[in-house]
């Protein structure tokens, strides 16, 4: 029998703000806030997740209406905090998962960035010991590569800001060769035709936003 591994329910308490962008970014992406977690912690060094700022809870005053589902209060109008319900791995805190999901809202709006240099050497990630690796987690993990990718550019890549888009850079960015390449290899390793994640237009605008970008430094 194939081992079920338990996954824990967390409550993230945040302003109505940062929900509704994690549901925005989430639904654009066709997952969901957790996967958006997932895509964040298993990319991000957590001491440098740790680091990264917390957006905290909401402000006083910053409430949502909920209708009470069970009890005897059941059916009545309740004033409560907002908040972000994702289930994953026991072993987290709130607030780590709220700046995941930060970082997230903040790579996708182009105002932080992913270098992997020397992912060869680099230590396994921190994560739970009972972190999940079945196939069962990998076959979702699949469904996660895509959400902090970019879309194809409908007219192609010519200018440097697109192709600093297309790498996961931000505007304005000037990256030196090795921060590039870095940048170009870990997504030309998921977007290649012959990747189980292959996407040939994403493949094809990453080799013009190197060439782009070599053109003009």
């Known amino acids: 029998m194939a081992k079920t591994t338990a996954k824990q329910s967390y409550t993230i308490p945040c302003s109505s703000a940062f929900r509704d962008q994690i549901g925005e970014l989430a639904q654009a992406r066709g997952v969901n806030a957790a996967d958006l977690v997932r895509s964040v912690v298993l990319t991000v060094p957590r001491d440098r997740l740790e680091a990264f700022p917390d957006p905290g809870g909401p402000a006083k005053g910053d409430r949502e209406t909920v209708i009470v589902k069970s009890g005897v209060a059941k059916g009545r109008p309740w004033r409560r905090k907002p908040r972000l319900q994702v289930r994953m791995t026991p072993g987290f805190k709130a607030s780590l998962l709220r700046r995941a ?47 902090l990718s970019f879309e194809p550019l409908p007219g192609g890549v010519k200018t440097r800001e697109q192709a600093l888009h297309v790498l996961g850079l931000p505007p304005g960015n000037m990256p030196d060769i090795g921060i590039l390449k870095a940048h170009f290899r870990m997504l030309a390793a998921i977007h290649h035709p012959d990747s189980g994640y292959g996407n040939h237009d994403r493949m094809s605008q990453l080799n013009s936003a190197m060439d782009v970008l070599s053109r003009s430094s």
Request: no cysteine; hydrophobic share 50%.
């Open 101 to 147: 999901l930060a970082l997230a809202l903040a790579l996708q709006e182009g105002e932080a960035s992913l270098v992997l240099e020397g992912a060869d050497d680099a230590p396994p990630l921190d994560l739970p010991s009972d972190f999940p690796a079945g196939d069962e987690e990998l076959a979702r993990l699949r469904a996660i590569v895509s959400v």
